[in-house]
């Protein structure tokens, strides 16, 4: 008897020590990242203050309407329509551009004034020009995420162009869950997953590119779903007088020796197949490097100047 209630006492001392040690770890990286520095923590924060799970289940998730949160020591705040920007009034007073895209349109990692739809606005408008330049990009969408995201939730907005800035992982199926609780929930647990992702996905660069080449793969569902969301929004723009232009956005990663021209030359070919305009943005980056360009270390999301070559590329380009 004395030897089960001995046993019991362990497990019972082992089961409080271990939850003591998680809570102090957890205390610890709580503590360690308030600098606001870690990226992969700053977008959990993103995932838990300014998204909330959506009732449209080709969404996954959205916005927050009327929102605003400091991320990586940078204030995001959602309007009315839960996208990044001042209110919106639903009826056009000036010439409407409505950017669809990822966290890249939605500028992470930089100051609402210094985003490229915000420094395109500058650019577009003088005396004789009157555009509103709206941003719906939103983290951890692809290409039918913020298809539906229009069709679904901005439709009404009505406007004039529309741009596809589209990104070389917007091709991938993305799942519509929202994780369990702890990794929701717990800083240390999502440390450790991360951790333990990159140690088994750690093939570098070779392995990325034959990742992307499975996933540009013709009967890839991911791709040919990419694929009819297109299509989808081409064919309602004709409808509706709409331009339609695609904006392809490089990975930012290696601009030296960049390894993913592939995707930008298969997306040129869908953009020519629908008759949109077709911007790639590669040029104006390649030979770049990550210090240059990257929101920060450890952050591949471009920077202020990284908008701004941007937006002078998409201007220049592009007949709104």
């Given at each position: 008897m004395?030897?089960?209630?001995?046993?019991?006492l362990s497990i019972f001392l082992f089961v409080v020590s271990l939850l003591v040690a998680l809570l102090i770890g957890e205390g610890f990286l709580r503590l360690k990242n308030l600098d606001m520095n870690n990226y992969d923590i700053e977008m959990w924060k993103y995932a838990k203050k300014l998204k909330k799970p959506s009732l449209n289940p080709r969404l996954g998730h959205e916005h927050i309407n009327n929102s605003s949160a400091v991320l990586q020591s940078v204030e995001i705040t959602t309007n009315n329509f839960g996208m990044r920007g001042k209110q919106i009034l639903s009826k056009k007073e000036k010439n409407r551009i409505l950017f669809l895209g990822s966290s890249i349109t939605l500028g992470w990692g930089v100051s609402q004034k210094d985003t490229?739809?915000?420094?395109?606005?500058?650019?577009?408008?003088?005396?004789?020009?009157?555009?509103?330049?709206?941003?719906?990009?939103?983290?951890?969408y692809n290409t039918p995420r913020y298809v539906e995201l229009y069709f679904s939730k901005l439709y009404e907005l009505k406007p004039d162009s529309i741009v596809?800035?589209?990104?070389?992982?917007?091709?991938?199926?993305?799942?519509?869950?929202?994780?369990?609780?702890?990794?929701?929930?717990?800083?240390?647990?999502?440390?450790?997953?991360?951790?333990?992702?990159?140690?088994?996905y750690s093939?570098?660069?070779?392995?990325?590119?034959?990742?992307?080449?499975?996933?540009?793969?013709?009967?890839?569902?991911?791709?040919?779903?990419?694929?009819?969301?297109?299509?989808?929004?081409?064919?309602?723009?004709?409808?509706?007088?709409?331009?339609l232009f695609l904006v392809m956005t490089p990975d930012f990663h290696n601009l030296i020796d960049y390894p993913f021209s592939f995707i930008h030359s298969k997306m040129k070919e869908i953009a020519s197949r629908n008759n949109i305009e077709f911007l790639d943005l590669l040029p104006y980056f390649e030979g770049i490097s990550k210090e240059e360009i990257w929101a920060m270390p450890g952050d591949p999301h471009p920077n202020k100047k990284g908008h701004e070559i941007m937006a002078s590329a998409i201007k220049d380009n592009f007949n709104f």
């Open positions: 004395n030897n089960n209630i001995q046993t019991l490229m739809t915000e420094k395109l606005s500058e650019m577009l408008n003088d005396e004789r020009n009157s555009y509103e330049v709206l941003n719906a990009g939103i983290g951890n596809i800035q589209y990104f070389v992982n917007d091709a991938e199926s993305l799942d519509s869950g929202g994780g369990n609780w702890l990794l929701r929930n717990s800083q240390l647990a999502v440390t450790l997953m991360i951790a333990i992702n990159r140690l088994i093939g570098g660069e070779s392995s990325l590119i034959d990742h992307y080449k499975n996933i540009y793969a013709k009967n890839e569902e991911g791709f040919k779903e990419m694929e009819r969301s297109i299509e989808r929004l081409s064919e309602d723009a004709k409808k509706n007088n709409q331009k």
